[in-house]
């Protein structure tokens, strides 16, 4: 018998061990700065604030967020189902008035909200307030919950870990909310170079320094690209940030459009490429699916901003129309059909496209993009099969009253009601609203298409468009922890190994067009003269104005780590000029008007004064309701450049030099005519953004120039006139004193020009 219960008592210990080992809970919490964070064994990884109501429910062991606090398992809160199942779920519990939230995507954020966009916090301005930098403004918790808002566009921050605490803050606020649907905060690209920058192996910064896009397209490098996307991706989810809004895969075709500098160049394969690669090594987390590591890309501007007629940009309504007087749309659509869209990852497409506010001329109904029903609905979504999310580009539903003014962009339907522009955009196809924080006049479209369709129609419709921004929510993990650890974003963003990536991209970016007698390199040491650069005034797309100004161009503390600085040209062995591109304007000149002209005027890409006599008669395209004529031609009108200056210092710098090398760098922000400046120069280095300090070591022979042409550098402004808007590489490229045609994938190397496989490849 004592032996039988000892028998009892060791078997009765070992189904007690048994049933702790094996129906224990499967996952461990941790409280965390702000948040608790929960990880489930072998599953997602969750995080909640524990004062937003929201509880732990356990299922199979498992932990999962009681996100809507009804004690059950929902299919939308279960993250072992596909995103795909949970959206639909979610969807169909959402009200018309959260939808019609879900929709919207807010106005620029900064954080603090100070200056032009900012608002109060308590009642009072942030200085006088005594708010922290990262808590929510008062105009931000009215649109996360009068408005039922989920997707934010922020700017300026005031530091990496200001912007993880502001994203802690607004997750948990709209966490107690309803059905917990996180934010989805957004950024315009954030990577810039700042040129007064210093690099060194362990320095880091704010965020790594990278030469735009442009820049990286002159490496004609795709696996470069991607290695930008996956570290920027990093650096953005550090900040809270889970959709990029980019990247503008626009066609650079037209030399004088002011948005050149955002593109790929103008090369439809080149495009196609880094479009590609951009995408992937964006929304590919570890593993190569969606993840926590993932970002979601908003591509545009579909079907491709850059075939604005003169060169006007679609921000106003002198800049409505593209043109395609080449029938050329095909290679406009490339960089988003065959790249974009058919990625080498297993994301497989972009999860967002941005039309842009162009009238496509001749495709479709004389409208803008965002409400072109041929070009959302039937091209995008039929004939390529897209059912990503589509969002306006902003404010395409805002009034306008003047052709010249930054408001509204509603072209061709300026006549409608917003509500009516609304409904129209929705029938067209889009989903979402770039630039607007109120519900309302979406809630007035759906019940116009009630009045149309029915209750029934409309509510599929929302719930249509809800599904697919939901999935883009779910697949990064927003829904399953939206929250960061501020000390592992100190850590992450901006970091030395970033940080020298971004710096040996600034230097790969930089083209070498001439070398006179291999001027360059130039050993270090020597006596360098650097003449100040006078800048005019002017006045940006927001009425900002910078005033006049005389500076030295780069920063001497770089410049004299490797060259001793005079301030005489005879004391010197060589000059350094910096200087632009030529800035020849917008295209719109109010004083026409005033003087009786139709206020159109060309767009230069010289320094000297222009007058466009080849020009055509009649515009290709035109018309508005604040226009009472539509024929756009600028024929036989002059226009001067803002900063004809840079080609003074040029060659005046050349006669103080003598014969002694004058190196001339050129930042570039669209294709420019040399002839006015290319026979002062013995060297010429063209960037499109990068810190001195990678100029430096270029000209010092510390690196040598590897960088390409994106695009073709024009002989005149008669073969810029003669080119088609919509077509690429048809102009007659610049020539040098060389010999050297300043050609697409043009560029010099320390042994001349090059001829490597990338050029074999792309040329």
Avoid at 129 to 150: C, I, V
Avoid at 335 to 354: C, I, Q, Y
């Amino acid at each position: 018998m004592i032996k039988l219960k000892k028998t009892f008592k060791i078997l009765g210990a070992f189904a007690l061990s048994f049933l702790f080992t094996h129906c224990s809970e499967k996952f461990t919490t941790q409280t965390k700065e702000g948040f608790i964070s929960v990880a489930n064994e072998n599953g997602s990884t969750l995080g909640y604030n524990d004062s937003s109501g929201v509880s732990l429910l356990t299922v199979d062991r498992f932990a999962f967020k009681d996100l809507n606090k009804n004690g059950e398992l929902d299919t939308y809160e279960d993250w072992r189902l596909p995103a795909e199942i949970r959206a639909k779920d979610l969807a169909s519990k959402m009200s018309v008035e959260q939808i019609a939230g879900l929709m919207l995507y807010s106005v620029h954020q900064a954080i603090p909200a100070v200056g032009r966009r900012g608002s109060d916090y308590g009642g009072k301005p942030f200085e006088e307030s005594g708010a922290q930098p990262s808590d929510l403004s008062d105009h931000q918790k009215k649109f996360l919950t009068e408005d039922n808002l989920r997707h934010v566009l922020i700017t300026s921050v005031q530091s990496a870990a200001v912007a993880a605490q502001w994203n802690n803050n607004a997750q948990a606020f709209v966490e107690g909310i309803g059905l917990g649907i996180p934010v989805n905060t957004s950024s315009d690209p954030r990577h810039g170079s700042d040129t007064y920058a210093e690099f060194n192996e362990g320095a880091g910064g704010e965020i790594s320094l990278w030469p735009g896009t442009l820049g990286i397209a002159a490496t004609f490098d795709p696996a470069l690209m991607k290695q930008f996307g996956e570290i920027a991706s990093k650096e953005y989810r550090a900040l809270g940030i889970a959709t990029a809004l980019s990247p503008q895969i626009d066609l650079a075709t037209e030399p004088r459009w002011s948005r050149f500098d955002g593109t790929m160049g103008e090369d439809p394969d080149l495009a196609t490429d880094l479009a590609r690669a951009y995408v992937d090594g964006f929304q590919s987390s570890e593993g190569g699916d969606w993840g926590f590591k993932s970002v979601n890309t908003m591509i545009k501007h579909w079907p491709g901003g850059g075939p604005e007629e003169g060169g006007r940009d679609g921000h106003f309504g002198y800049g409505a129309y593209a043109v395609y007087p080449g029938k050329n749309i095909k290679d406009h659509l490339q960089p988003f059909t065959e790249g974009a869209f058919k990625l080498e990852g297993v994301t497989n497409r972009a999860s967002a496209v941005m039309p842009y506010y162009t009238i496509s001329d001749g495709e479709g109904e004389a409208v803008g993009n965002g409400f072109n029903k041929y070009l959302i609905t039937d091209l995008l979504r039929g004939t390529y099969g897209y059912d990503g999310v589509l969002c306006t580009d902003w404010a395409i539903t805002g009034d306008v009253s003047a052709i010249d003014q930054f408001q509204g962009k509603s072209w061709g339907v300026e006549l409608l009601t917003v509500a009516e522009r609304h409904y129209k955009a929705i029938e067209a196809g889009m989903d979402q609203f770039g630039g607007n924080n109120d519900m309302k006049p979406v809630l007035e479209a759906y019940n116009m298409g009630v009045k149309e369709h029915g209750e029934a129609y409309m509510r599929e419709r929302f719930e249509t468009s809800a599904i697919r921004l939901l999935k883009n929510i779910f697949r990064v993990g927003l829904f399953e922890n939206p929250y960061l650890d501020i000390e592992e974003t100190k850590a992450l963003v901006g970091n030395p190994d970033f940080m020298k990536a971004g710096f040996e991209a600034q230097k790969r970016s930089v083209v070498m067009v001439k070398n006179h007698a291999n001027t360059l390199p130039i050993r270090e040491k020597q006596k360098v003269y650097v003449p100040q650069r006078y800048s005019a005034s002017t006045t940006n797309w927001f009425g900002m104005v910078t005033p006049e100004k005389t500076e030295v161009p780069f920063h001497l503390n770089i410049v004299s780590k490797f060259y001793d600085v005079v301030d005489q040209p005879e004391n010197a062995d060589f000059a350094l000029v910096g200087i632009e591109s030529p800035n020849g304007g917008v295209g719109y000149d109010r004083t026409d008007v005033d003087n009786g002209g139709n206020g159109y005027v060309p767009i230069s890409l010289q320094y000297q004064p222009y007058t466009a006599s080849t020009a055509r008669e009649v515009s290709l395209a035109g018309g508005s309701p604040l226009e009472d004529f539509t024929n756009r031609t600028y024929k036989d009108k002059t226009v001067k450049t803002v900063n004809s200056s840079d080609m003074d210092l040029v060659n005046e710098t050349k006669i103080k030099m003598g014969d002694k090398p004058v190196i001339v760098i050129v930042k570039i922000a669209k294709p420019m005519i040399f002839s006015e400046i290319e026979g002062s120069a013995s060297a010429i280095l063209v960037h499109m953004g990068v810190q001195d300090q990678a100029l430096m070591e270029l000209i010092s022979g510390k690196t040598e120039p590897t960088g390409l042409l994106p695009f073709q550098m024009p002989a005149d402004m008669l073969t810029v006139e003669a080119q088609y808007e919509d077509v690429p590489r048809d102009m007659t490229p610049y020539t040098d004193a060389e010999g050297n045609a300043y050609d697409f994938a043009f560029g010099l190397n320390w042994s001349g020009v090059i001829n490597d496989d990338r050029v074999k490849k792309y040329r």
